[in-house]
T-cell receptor
Framework: GNSVTQMEGPVTLSEEAFLTINCTYT??????LFWYVQYPGEGLQLLLK?????DKGSNKGFEATYRKETTSFHLEKGSVQVSDSAVYFC????????????FGKGTMLLVSP | ETGVTQSPTHLIKTRGQQVTLRCSSQ?????VSWYQQALGQGPQFIFQ???????GRGNFPPRFSGLQFPNYSSELNVNALELDDSALYLC??????????????FGPGTRLTVT
């Protein structure tokens, strides 16, 4: 079956540091890949997505590249801000049958001034 | 454009009771999915509804059931509540007929506590 593995947190960084959150997946076929962000007390917000190999998703300074050869979709940001503190979820969606999301366990990011 | 809304925001129930959670999908979206997010975990897929029919189901027992109405809003019902049902319940809507990789848009969730 489908599964997503993320690096465990929390990830603690100073403002303006470089961020990487690792994500690898197992899936049959060619899934679409997503990063969602969850701020304290809120639901999930889509951050970025990629639907095929070598696609790069980007939004708000975050980016991730769909790497089929390494089954990875690592999230990166060049310079984090305090407001980026949140929990980040990597997810995949099968492109066959009905579409549902399989999530990783989430990685908490804490950015200090 | 109104986003996905859920009610109530918080709920406290006793073990053995029944609960109904509600979700209004985003305008133009005909597919609704429900997820359970336990504390410190990623969301787990419960089931999906498309055109008032259950379109897919995750690994949850039959005491988790749902409905979708003609206006595409949805309910999640849980019978015989157990302590482990305490979680954030998320509703997500998407524009397509449940197939493909269309984006899912999430509501703010309902925090259910079972005592």
């Amino acid at each position: 079956g489908n599964s997503v593995t993320q690096m465990e947190g929390p990830v603690t960084l100073s403002e303006e540091a470089f961020l990487t959150i690792n994500c690898t997946y197992t899936a049959t076929g060619y899934p679409s890949l997503f990063w969602y962000v969850q701020y304290p007390g809120e639901g999930l917000q889509l951050l970025l997505k990629a639907t095929k190999a070598d696609d790069k998703g980007s939004n708000k300074g975050f980016e991730a590249t769909y790497r089929k050869e390494t089954t990875s979709f690592h999230l990166e940001k060049g310079s984090v801000q305090v407001s980026d503190s949140a929990v980040y979820f990597c997810a995949l969606s099968s492109n066959s049958g009905y579409s549902t999301l399989t999530f990783g366990k989430g990685t908490m990011l804490l950015v200090s001034p | 454009e109104t986003g996905v809304t859920q009610s109530p925001t918080h709920l406290i129930k006793t073990r053995g009771q029944q609960v109904t959670l509600r979700c209004s999908s985003q305008s133009g979206h005909n597919t609704v999915s429900w997820y359970q997010q336990a504390l410190g975990q990623g969301p787990q897929f419960i089931f999906q509804y498309y055109r008032e029919e259950e379109n897919g189901r995750g690994n949850f027992p039959p005491r988790f059931s749902g409905l979708q109405f003609p206006n595409y809003s949805s309910e999640l019902n849980v019978n015989a509540l157990e302590l482990d049902d305490s979680a954030l319940y998320l509703c997500a809507s998407s524009p397509a007929g449940g197939t493909g990789s269309y984006e899912q848009y999430f509501g703010p969730g309902t925090r259910l506590t079972v005592t």
